[in-house]
């Protein structure tokens, strides 16, 4: 079932057993997933964990379920005065080592040992990996999960679905107006992210990989970029022929009100959780636990990150919404 991810007072937290269940759905059937701990993880020895904006939640319910504390995700009113809303109250010892870094930041953060393990909606992008090499650091970046690049619109927007190389010519600056994809005889506005982040990085990798890539920091108008993934929904809201991207993840469990926004079906599929576990839908990317290939495999940080690829792990990845790997 879809849960949505809001509030910060109202998260109830209540210490458990060590030993958790995990429910799925098969067929009429409701089956418990018996899920075994991490031996001796505490709030005082838990990892420092960092992540990108859309894993926030899924790092905050890893942490829920390990420490056997029970949370629930309420509906916290008006979304356009809140970017995030996803903040367990989680005690003294334990606040402050689950950070919500943004992609690159966290990513950079992990490099330079800020942090032990970070779960981040893409890869290194060139220019980290880079500074990783800079510093005589490597990482060891595996997929554990499944999410996707939503194309969204203003809803008054007449035009409900492109084709793949329709989506890149927009943003080659091939396709202009709406009129050429079926929609009415006005101007394309084709916002993006800024360079690092998440979502441009997926943008980069999964939409314009093979279409050959503009140099967005030349070519697009400061206008067009948008510097927080909230700020595309408010710019689609106030802008009817615009377009931009957003993982879908975010767009599903953090973001409250879309009564304004649709999502555009890509080569006629929509995404969901269907679509997405079985790659139909074209834009799908995977999700990422990090480490430092340095890390102690006898640290919590390293028990952490195996446990994330086990099936307990994966009973909690599903949880959380998205789709494991």
Request: net charge negative; proline share 3%; glycine share 6%.
């Amino acid at each position: 079932m879809k849960q949505k991810l809001f509030g910060i007072a109202s998260i109830v937290l209540v210490f458990a057993i060590a030993v958790l269940s995990c429910k799925t759905d098969v067929g009429n059937d409701n089956i418990d997933l018996i899920k075994i701990g991490i031996d001796g993880l505490t709030m005082d020895n838990y990892p420092r964990v960092d992540g990108s904006t859309s894993t926030d939640p899924l790092n905050y319910i890893i942490a829920a379920n390990l420490l056997g504390l029970e949370y629930e995700w309420i509906n916290g009113g008006d979304v356009s005065n809140v970017t995030f809303k996803n903040y367990l109250e989680l005690a003294s010892s334990l606040t402050g080592k689950i950070q919500c870094s943004q992609t690159h930041n966290a990513i950079i953060g992990l490099i330079d040992n800020n942090s032990d393990l970070i779960i981040v909606a893409r890869k290194m992008s060139t220019d980290e990996k880079q500074y990783a090499d800079n510093a005589g650091v490597s990482l060891i970046e595996k997929p554990i999960a499944l999410d996707a690049l939503d194309f969204i619109l203003n809803s008054q927007n007449s035009v409900d679905s492109l084709g793949v190389e329709q989506v890149r010519n927009m943003y080659l600056g091939n396709i202009t107006n709406w009129g050429e994809v079926g929609g009415v005889n006005e101007e394309i506005i084709p916002f993006i992210r800024n360079a690092n982040s998440g979502s441009q990085e997926m943008m980069n990798e999964i939409v314009m990989s093979s279409a050959g890539m503009p140099d967005w920091e030349v070519s697009y108008a400061d206008e067009l970029m948008l510097w927080s993934m909230f700020r595309v929904y408010s710019e689609l809201k106030a802008n009817i022929y615009g377009i931009c991207f957003t993982p879908h993840y975010y767009k599903e469990y953090m973001v409250d009100t879309l009564d304004d926004i649709k999502t555009l079906a890509i080569d006629g599929i929509m995404p969901d959780s269907n679509s997405i576990k079985n790659k139909t839908y074209p834009f799908v990317a995977d999700v990422y636990v990090s480490i430092r290939s340095d890390l102690d495999h006898n640290s919590m940080a390293y028990k952490l990150y195996e446990w994330l690829q086990t099936e307990a792990g994966k009973c909690v990845i599903s949880e959380s919404g998205y789709v494991p790997n």
